[in-house]
């Protein structure tokens, strides 16, 4: 079972367009993060959210921890090509000490010129 | 600040084979991760270190696969015997010693096998 669930898994928009993409648990979560990841290279973090209800803003990208801190969202605005990538979310389960960090699948995301 | 180093990038064995891939962590993180991605998903994590212990291995396929991280530096992560579906790349990363704190990756070993 996959305790980390992205959606969607694959999107393919025209520059300028928004989007969101979701990453959803039954789990509670210390702390989620957000990766971005390019072909041939290592995952990059965006950001790390840690309180419930947190919204944190990295100048088009907006990233949201749910209340009960299970899930969390990443809106983009007035999306570009160089957005292009695939999207990580990791978490650090509750009370799980000093546990590796989980990831989900990602979301493959392209932005068409 | 240097990043976190692997090698070799690239390595294409056959079935049955063994191969080994080394990692230098960050200078002074003293958690290092294993983490294996196929293709089109996200990393799965094989083995966490802090410093030269084990703290958690539960997804690694003891059977074929080995870690250690000996003075509690570098780490090294073998396969024997490699079968096809090991096919996919082997990231290493390193963190400061807390629960979600950030993990920076190296560029990762690309393994196919045939």
């Known amino acids: 079972t996959q305790l980390l669930e992205q959606s969607p898994q694959f999107l393919s928009i025209q520059e300028g367009e928004n989007l969101t993409v979701y990453c959803n648990s039954s789990?509670?979560?210390?702390?989620l993060q957000w990766y971005r990841q390019e072909p041939g290279e290592g995952p990059v973090l965006l950001v790390t959210?840690?309180?419930g209800g947190e919204v944190k803003k990295l100048k088009r990208l907006t990233f949201q921890f749910g209340d009960a801190r299970k899930d969390s969202s990443l809106h983009i605005t007035a999306a570009q090509p160089g957005d292009t990538g695939l999207y990580l979310c990791?978490?650090?389960?509750w009370g799980g000490g000093a546990d590796g960090l989980t990831f989900g699948k990602g979301t493959h995301l392209i932005i068409q010129p | 600040e240097a990043g976190v180093a692997q090698s070799p990038r690239y390595k294409i064995i056959e079935k049955r084979q063994s191969v080994a891939f080394w990692c230098n962590p960050i200078?002074?993180?003293?958690?290092l991760y294993w983490y294996q991605q196929i293709l089109g998903q996200g990393p799965k994590l094989l083995i966490q270190?802090?410093?030269?212990?084990?703290?958690?291995d539960s997804q690694l396929p003891k059977d074929r696969f080995s870690a250690e991280r000996l003075k509690g530096v570098d780490s090294t992560l073998k396969i024997q015997p490699a079968k096809l579906e090991d096919s996919a790349v082997y990231l290493c990363?390193?963190?400061?010693?807390?629960?979600?704190?950030?993990?920076?990756f190296g560029q990762g070993t690309r393994l196919t096998v045939v």
């Open positions: 990363a390193s963190s400061r010693p807390l629960s979600g704190t950030e993990a920076f």
């Open positions: 990791a978490g650090a389960l």
């Open positions: 270190f802090q410093n030269n212990g084990v703290v958690d």
């Open positions: 789990s509670v979560f210390s702390s």
């Open positions: 959210v840690v309180t």
């Open positions: 200078s002074g993180h003293a958690t």
